[in-house]
């Protein structure tokens, strides 16, 4: 069972990054998928997540109406869209899953976590 964050990377204010979390030895079907990030010297903070049908997403206020998750269940991976990144935004960023009937919120358990990939918002 193991999940991969990847698409990290350097880019400038105000520029836009897509993560991609891919799931392998199980299917993301039927679990929720969150995001969070860790900066240099700060909490972990979670900042999305959606649900197995799509059909909800959260935000954290810091991210929100410039961050977009999604999901592609054939694909078993899920994705955060991240457009008008700030220097703030700069972080390590994870993402975890948790089945559905688990689920207690995006600051709840998550029992599977990626790698970090880490993402620098710099000009």
């Known amino acids: 069972v193991q999940l991969q964050a990847f698409g990290g990377g350097l880019v400038q204010p105000g520029g836009s990054l897509r993560l991609s979390c891919a799931a392998s030895?199980?299917?993301?079907?039927?679990?929720?998928i969150g995001w969070f990030r860790q900066a240099p010297g700060k909490e972990r903070e979670g900042i999305s997540c959606?649900?197995?049908?799509?059909?909800?997403?959260y935000y954290a206020d810091s991210v929100k109406g410039r961050f977009t998750i999604s999901r592609d269940n054939a694909k078993n991976t899920g994705y955060l869209q991240m457009d008008s990144l700030r220097p703030e935004d700069t972080a390590v960023y994870y993402c975890?899953?948790?089945?559905?009937?688990?689920?207690?919120?995006?600051?709840?358990?998550?029992?599977?976590w990626g790698q970090g990939t880490e993402v620098t918002v710099s000009s």
């Open positions: 975890a899953s948790v089945h559905e009937d688990l689920w207690a919120g995006l600051d709840g358990i998550y029992d599977y």
């Open positions: 030895g199980f299917t993301l079907d039927g679990y929720v």
């Open positions: 959606i649900i197995s049908n799509s059909d909800s997403a």
